[in-house]
């Protein structure tokens, strides 16, 4: 099995920053991609960033040239940097990841999420 765990959540001030960060562990041979998605009361989950091992990225567009993703390939982790943020992105922070196991099988795993609210 392989368990996702984000970490670094919080209350930021419009403007702030933060990151947060997700480990995975657990029987993985090799993670393909990994995305941040996020879902706040009444909306559906949304997809905010995602990265594949070779550093192909993506961005959703309302958070273009706020936010950075990046991927550290030998702790199996990955990270979210955010910046100017603004009250619309409170939400909590969910982390996906496809992932090639060593029983040889490939499955999509979900963390728990972490919240990120922004406000004054």
């Known amino acids: 099995q392989v368990q996702l765990v984000e970490s670094g959540g919080g209350l930021v001030q419009p403007g702030g920053s933060l990151r947060v960060s997700c480990a995975a562990s657990g029987s993985i041979f090799r993670i393909s991609r990994m995305a941040w998605h996020r879902q706040s009361p009444g909306n559906l989950r949304e997809l905010v960033a995602s990265i594949t091992s070779d550093g192909s990225i993506n961005y959703a567009d309302s958070v273009k040239g706020r936010f950075t993703v990046s991927m550290d390939n030998a702790k199996n982790t990955m990270y979210l940097q955010m910046n100017s943020l603004k009250s619309e992105d409170t939400a909590a922070y969910y982390c996906?990841?496809?992932?090639?196991?060593?029983?040889?099988?490939?499955?999509?795993?979900w963390g728990q999420g972490t919240q990120v609210t922004v406000s004054s």
């Open positions: 996906n990841a496809d992932v090639w196991t060593r029983a040889n099988s490939f499955n999509s795993y």
